[in-house]
């Protein structure tokens, strides 16, 4: 029902900002619930940050709180992670997810990928030292 592109990533230098964007498409409605997880070479994929239908309610894992931010705009369909002060370990292909706002305002409930009805290809961050 719901297709969703990421964009945005790319090569950047440790200490440097990228912003991701993810665009919705198809049956789209302002109330999903969105997430960004990443997955690097070898590891399970990881939750990030999420955002609830309204945008008024963000939520995100200990590892980025403070260097990343999560938006959306639902006019636009899009919803946006600004990347601040990266790490090497924030290496990863970043991946937009999408759930019918049925987490409410649990946190364990937007960071479970079983979660979200809806993912995206995925987008490649690389950040080098």
């Known amino acids: 029902q719901v297709q969703l592109v990421e964009s945005g990533g790319g090569l950047v230098q440790a200490g440097g900002s990228l912003r991701l964007s993810c665009a919705a498409s198809?049956?789209?409605?302002?109330?999903?619930?969105m997430g960004w997880f990443r997955q690097a070479p070898g590891k399970e994929r990881e939750f990030v940050a999420a955002?609830?239908?309204?945008?008024?309610?963000?939520y995100y894992a200990d590892s980025v709180k403070g260097r990343f931010t999560i938006s959306r705009d639902n006019a636009k369909n899009t919803v946006y992670l600004q990347m601040s002060s990266l790490k090497p370990e924030d290496t990863a292909i970043y991946y937009c997810?999408?759930?019918?706002?049925?987490?409410?305002?649990?946190?364990?409930?937007?960071?479970?990928?079983?979660?979200?009805?809806?993912w995206g290809q995925g987008t490649q961050v690389t950040v080098s030292s």
């Open positions: 997810a999408a759930n019918k706002d049925f987490c409410s305002a649990y946190y364990g409930c937007y960071a479970q990928k079983g979660t979200y009805e809806y």
């Open positions: 198809g049956r789209t409605r302002s109330s999903y619930d």
């Open positions: 955002v609830n239908w309204s945008g008024g309610s963000t």
